[in-house]
């Protein structure tokens, strides 16, 4: 048999197949300051380095709506903002994947085909760049919360 197995949060054996348990992959060491994995955002310094983290809330915040700015909670709990980034960042992916989904449904009666063509294409370039920046997101998330990274070969 090719998969290994694990226990489970019962003691018994964890049924999931070796790549969907969680760690799977992760070094032993756990990694270590001043590498930053790949997607990661330029302008923000690699976890562990002195002032990475001030370059990230600076980054996240830039994400944000400018009145997220206003709450000492983000201000105190940088893992927080991180959080309200991702969802910030999900909804408006979402929001492109709807608009993508409807536009000719919606708009052929108001505007020529070649218009709706242009939003299209609108749609899929900032679809793309959410997606890539959603990706971004989780990883300074995660770096806040602890996690660092090993460098690659």
Known sequence: MYEERGQ???GGADERPGWERPGRFER?????DGVAPAGWPRGVRPPGVEGWSETA???????????????DVLKRHPELLA????????AA???????YGTARADLR?????????????????EGSRA?????????VEQALIGKRWNPRL
């Open 131 to 139: 997606a890539a920046l959603e990706r971004e997101v989780a990883l």
């Open 109 to 125: 009666d108001r505007v020529d085909i070649h218009v709706v063509e242009a939003l299209l294409r609108m749609y899929e370039y």
């Open 28 to 32: 032993a060491g756990g990694g270590q």
């Open 8 to 10: 489970g949060a019962a």
């Open 93 to 99: 992916l979402q929001a492109a994947r709807h608009g």
């Open 83 to 90: 959080r309200m980034a991702r969802q910030h960042v999900e």
């Open 57 to 71: 809330v600076t980054w996240l915040y830039d994400l944000c709506p400018p009145g997220y700015r206003r709450h």
